[in-house]
């Protein structure tokens, strides 16, 4: 193979890619739906961005700026009325969109507002949109993009490294035999999905001595299909191998603090609905797990150490040098404050605010 890496067009360094101060305006996780009950209230932080997560009654959560606009009280001490949010200080109320309804004192409410953040549920979690209005649908499988799944949680990790280097290990076609044995020969091709999202997909056959492939081999007629979707370069599926034994492991992730990943493991399958179906459900997420617990031991040993640089890529580094550069192409934003982060040539951090929604709040938003 030809290992003149200068034809890979690779800018050696990335503005988005590794970089803890920066992420890109999309979907991210925030907490599994199960753990927000209605009239629950929680505080959170999410990129470096401190927030409030309530579920009203009917059934919408909703997601505000932590800090009342009145005297900076946490709304999470704020208890849930209704589908409002009513501050435990002075009593102030505020709808879903985040404006002031009520103030007790007052018959009439001042004009202001909170930041209300838009929300989604997919894959038993609840997802925010770091910007004003999502660009996308909800992160999603290509392979079962259509059809209503179920899920099961596996573990949660946090990782010595960035969200973007845990994601590339899954495209690292090197690794797959040096670390786990799994394919002596590994082509991706890419596609971008759309501008947020994009999918690698094997196009080689896998090899009979692999362990993993071992395992699984006799319950295919065809080769075993090996695909990965990614979405903001934080959250990735994994899907391996098609129709009726096919795992789909979510990992779902975001930047903590310096730099670091936590991520959610989730195991996704296509909803069955007989018996002998759901049975089946149970099985295959509980086999996901087993498979993706063989990957990650063999990958925390160097995950935990690893300053990551890409000082000399090789053609094998094909597909990690298509992900960083899909990434470089999308709307950064700033870690804690999610302002839209303008990234010049020459010219790094120049921040500009979010524009306002609302005309007449604008020197009451507090934003
Ligand atoms: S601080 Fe929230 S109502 Fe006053
Ligand atoms: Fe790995």
């Not at 505000?64 to 589908?83: M, Q, S």
């Not at 985040?98 to 838009?118: A, N, R, Y």
């Not at 150490?305 to 053609?315: A, C, N, Y």
Request: aromatic share 14%.
């Amino acid at each position: 193979m030809n290992v003149n890496y200068t034809n890979l067009n690779y800018s050696k360094k990335p503005k988005v890619f590794n970089r803890p101060e920066r992420f890109i305006e999309g979907w991210y996780w925030v907490i599994p739906s199960k753990k927000l009950g209605v009239g629950e209230i929680k505080p959170v932080t999410i990129l470096g961005r401190e927030l409030v997560i309530y579920r009203g009654e009917d059934q919408q959560v909703v997601i505000l700026d932590a800090y009342c606009p009145h005297f900076g009280a946490h709304l999470g001490e704020g208890t849930v009325e209704g589908n409002e949010l009513r501050c435990f200080f002075h009593h102030w109320k505020f709808d879903a969109a985040g404006f002031c309804v009520e103030i007790p004192c007052l018959d009439e409410p001042v004009k202001v507002k909170t930041k209300s953040w838009p929300t989604g549920e997919k894959y038993g979690l609840v997802w925010v949109w770091t910007g004003e209005t999502p660009q996308q649908p909800l992160p999603f499988i290509p392979e079962l993009e259509l059809d209503e799944c179920v899920s099961a949680f596996g573990k949660r990790l946090i990782m010595n490294c960035h969200p973007n280097i845990f994601m590339i290990n899954a495209i690292d076609t090197q690794h797959f035999n040096t670390v786990h044995n799994l394919l002596s020969e590994f082509n991706f091709e890419k596609q971008e999905l759309n501008e947020n999202a994009i999918t690698f997909t094997n196009t080689t056959d896998e090899s009979p001595d692999s362990f993993l492939i071992k395992l699984i081999r006799p319950f295919y007629k065809k080769s075993v299909n090996f695909s990965l979707c990614y979405w903001y370069g934080m959250t990735g599926f994994i899907t391996i191998g098609i129709g009726i034994l096919q795992f789909n492991i979510m990992f779902a992730s975001r930047i903590i603090e310096a730099g670091k990943a936590e991520v959610m493991t989730v195991f996704i399958a296509k909803k069955r609905q007989s018996i002998v179906g759901k049975l089946y459900n149970i099985l295959v997420l509980w086999l996901s797990q087993f498979v993706i617990e063989y990957f990650i031991n063999n990958d925390a040993k160097i995950l935990r150490s690893i300053q990551f640089k890409l000082k000399s890529p090789i053609d094998f580094d094909q597909s990690i040098i298509e992900f960083v550069n899909h990434l470089e192409n999308q709307k950064a934003l700033k870690w804690e404050t999610w302002y839209i982060d303008r990234i010049r040539d020459g010219e790094m951090g120049e921040i500009e605010k979010r524009p306002k929604r609302e005309k007449w709040n604008d020197e009451l938003v507090n934003d």
